[in-house]
């Protein structure tokens, strides 16, 4: 089975098994990222990052919101830690902002950024609750933008002293360090279509943004390395697009998108080069004249784990010149649109036959079973995780104050399914990562899209567990897919 699929989906089978019983060891989870919750964005001397900067600038994000007060869990962690332990979750995966640590991206190193996350790690150890630490999740020093940003090659040595700094500060007792999350929207969004901060639309500086990327993530795994004084774990984690084409070009147009998006980062990172057809297709934007000898080499890592971010399908249809409707909607799953820089073709994103999330995202179980596959196919040796899964509902608060909310357990239950059809085909999958604990800051979105498991009142900050979170609560105490 291939990602680059050229039919549409033929319907998806059920998916909504229950009594399934999961691998023992397997590790249930949640994720967050600082910047969506955290606040505190002026406190105990962190520095502006360009989520800052894109959150305050506007039209960019809906209803203006900014991730000033979030979910407040730069004050409420210890709640929040309790939460988790409540529903018995065997790991936590956070992400530390990188200008809590160094305020202006480089040099000083700020105290009291490090002694949050020391705190963070250790409650989580006092849990039983194993820390997994992204180090960069979107949130870029603004100083480091204003010389650059990840157009530029100094941001990736910026980048591997921050490692080195989290490395010898939390390398003894944090059990998985993820060096990036999803890369492909950092480059793609933030430097090309223009939906994520930075907000640039430039795509000669997106496809630079690709490979400092990728080279910051191999430089930090080496500097994680040589300063982790524990045993850690190494991963990076990435969001695949599973893309079926349509159309007289469908299978070009799926390989070009699973060039662009996928291949542009499991190439180097995994097999120490970058795919033949990407370059070709990209060569009336760029020589990749920015790829330094050595490079694929620093970018060549190891890595106990991959982590796959998985939320729906991409349905893609290539047109020679301008297609008839050039969608550019900063839809996250959809790449905002004409995805091929410097090509006179087309890539188009269609619109995906539902059900879909409040986020209009398709839902499609069948993709992270089938996504799954092909990575163990195309990397046997390679261990994977889900670090992101998940879905936004318009949740509505009952009378008695609980959260009911069916359609997000049906989603979480039949992509559960969906990995666990996988594991049973030989995939190594080591577990899984409900996207989100809380509700949060959705990026463009702001408050108005809700992933948690857990409800977050933004008036009061108060937290209520979802009945997704009691059911995700069974799965993760007994690993047996509840009914
Ligand atoms: C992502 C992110 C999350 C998003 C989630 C829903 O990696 O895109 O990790 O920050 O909130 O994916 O869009």
Redesign the pocket.
């Known amino acids: 089975m291939s990602i680059t699929t050229t039919t549409a989906t033929q319907g998806s089978p059920d998916y909504r098994d229950a009594g399934l019983v999961f691998p023992p060891g397997f590790t249930f989870g949640s994720a967050t990222?600082a910047y969506?919750v955290e606040g505190a964005v002026h406190e105990d001397g962190r520095g502006p990052s360009i989520w800052d900067t894109f959150s305050r600038t506007p039209g960019k994000v809906w209803n203006g919101d900014t991730g000033d007060i979030a979910c407040d869990h730069y004050h409420r962690w210890e709640n929040d830690l309790e939460l988790m332990s409540e529903l018995g979750l065997g790991a936590y995966r956070f992400s530390i902002a990188w200008p809590r640590i160094m305020p202006t991206g480089n040099g000083q190193v700020n105290q009291k950024g490090i002694d949050f996350y020391a705190r963070l790690v250790d409650g989580l150890l006092e849990r039983g609750i194993r820390p997994v630490a992204t180090l960069y999740?979107w949130d870029l020093p603004q100083t480091l933008e204003d010389s650059g940003g990840w157009a530029v090659r100094s941001t990736a040595d910026a980048f591997e002293r921050y490692a080195e700094v989290m490395g010898a500060a939390l390398g003894d007792r944090v059990h998985t360090w993820t060096t990036l999350?999803?890369p492909w929207?950092s480059a793609y969004l933030g430097y090309g279509q223009g939906g994520h901060a930075p907000g640039r639309h430039e795509p000669v500086s997106a496809l630079a943004a690709v490979h400092h990327l990728n080279l910051a993530h191999g430089r930090a795994v080496q500097a994680l390395r040589s300063t982790s004084a524990g045993d850690p774990q190494y991963s990076v984690t990435l969001?695949f697009h599973v893309a079926r084409g349509r159309g007289n070009r469908a299978a070009e147009a799926a390989r070009r998108v699973d060039a662009l998006a996928n291949r542009a980062f499991t190439g180097p990172m995994l097999r120490g080069e970058y795919p033949a057809d990407l370059l070709a297709d990209t060569a009336p934007v760029t020589d990749w004249s920015f790829v330094k000898d050595g490079d694929l080499a620093a970018i060549h890592q190891p890595l106990d784990v991959l982590g796959v971010?998985y939320?729906s399908t991409v349905t893609v249809q290539m047109w020679d010149g301008v297609s008839p409707k050039q969608q550019n909607d900063g839809h996250?799953a959809a790449g905002g649109g004409t995805a091929w820089p410097g090509s006179h073709d087309v890539v188009e994103f269609l619109e995906q036959p539902g059900p879909y999330t409040a986020m209009g995202w398709n839902i499609a179980p069948e993709g992270l079973e089938e996504l799954l596959v092909s990575l163990h196919e195309q990397f046997p040796a390679q261990p994977l995780m889900v670090t992101?899964n998940g879905a936004a509902f318009d949740d509505v608060v009952a009378a008695d104050g609980s959260v009911p909310d069916p359609e997000r357990l049906d989603y979480l239950r039949r992509h559960f399914t969906a990995a666990h059809r996988a594991i049973q085909q030989g995939v190594d999958l080591r577990g899984y990562f409900v996207?989100?604990l809380l509700d949060n800051f959705?990026?463009g979105y702001g408050y108005a899209k809700r992933?948690g498991i857990v409800r977050v009142d933004f008036d009061t900050l108060e937290r209520t567990v979802k009945d997704s979170g009691r059911w995700y609560a069974r799965l993760a105490r007994t690993g047996v897919l509840p009914a």
Do not use: R
Request: hydrophobic residues 25%; proline residues 0%; contains cysteine.
């Open positions: 990222a969506q999740h999350n999803e929207c969001n971010n939320y996250k992101e996207w989100s959705e990026w992933f």
